[in-house]
T-cell receptor, first 114, second 112 residues
Framework: DAGVTQSPTHLIKTRGQQVTLRCSPKSGHDTVSWYQQALGQGPQFIFQ???????QRGNFPDRFSGHQFPNYSSELNVNALLLGDSALYLC?????????????FGPGTRLLVL | KNQVEQSPQSLIILEGKNCTLQ??????????LRWYKQDTGRGPVSLTI?????NTKSNGRYTATLDADTKQSSLHITASQLSDSASYIC???????????FGKGNQVVVIP
């Protein structure tokens, strides 16, 4: 059983470009959350998707958008990239609502904006 | 101000020694507290998860404690190994939207 997978593993972009990151949740999980982690910092919540809709959103601008597909996989899109968007982007999935849920994290996509 | 504060920010310990990491939080109402281990450049991996009624939980050489009254948690690593070198992140669930609040992590380096 594969855990949470993310692609690509690394990515280099230039300012102003757009990027799409992908995430496949752990088997049986239906909720996907995205986080941004700057070097030396804890992850910052971007948003969460459930039933193909954005359920919660953190304090990130509209340049950050997402999508969830019927198979529960998800994409994170970032438009008009800024240097400050350079970070490790983590995807986490969790199972259907059943009390306390543990989030399982993917390996992350490291984005470098030049 | 961050809702989850961890200390020390970083520490170096000798292989075989024990260490204790601290986590203080202000998240309210409280739902649960998790400790994650994150190797450099990798995603966090769950070590323990504790709810309000639990005050200690172990996972191998890792033992977490929780004092919900003082809003403090600790993670104790026993007989450290080189593979314990990582960032240990405290995550508290709760608040108005039941979100996860992340600490910045305790960076642990184990040296031979």
């Amino acid at each position: 059983d594969a855990g949470v997978t993310q692609s690509p593993t690394h990515l280099i972009k230039t300012r102003g470009q757009q990027v799409t990151l992908r995430c496949s949740p752990k088997s049986g999980h239906d909720t996907v959350s995205w986080y941004q982690q700057a070097l030396g910092q804890g992850p910052q919540f971007i948003f969460q998707y459930y039933e193909e809709e954005e359920r919660q959103r953190g304090n990130f601008p509209d340049r950050f958008s997402g999508h969830q597909f019927p198979n529960y996989s998800s994409e994170l899109n970032v438009n008009a990239l800024l240097l400050g968007d350079s970070a490790l982007y983590l995807c986490a999935s969790s199972p259907p609502d059943r009390g306390v849920k543990t989030q399982y994290f993917g390996p992350g996509t490291r984005l470098l904006v030049l | 101000k961050n809702q989850v504060e961890q200390s020390p920010q970083s520490l170096i310990i000798l292989e075989g020694k024990n260490c204790t990491l601290q986590c203080n939080y202000t998240v309210s109402p409280f739902s649960n507290l998790r400790w994650y281990k994150q190797d450099t450049g990798r995603g966090p991996v769950s070590l323990t998860i504790m709810t309000f009624s639990e005050n200690t939980k172990s996972n191998g050489r890792y033992t977490a404690t929780l004092d919900a009254d003082t809003k403090q948690s600790s993670l104790h690593i026993t007989a450290s190994q080189l593979s314990d070198s990582a960032s240990y992140i405290c995550v508290v669930s709760g608040g108005r939207n039941n979100r996860l609040a992340f600490g910045k992590g305790n960076q642990v380096v184990v040296i031979p």
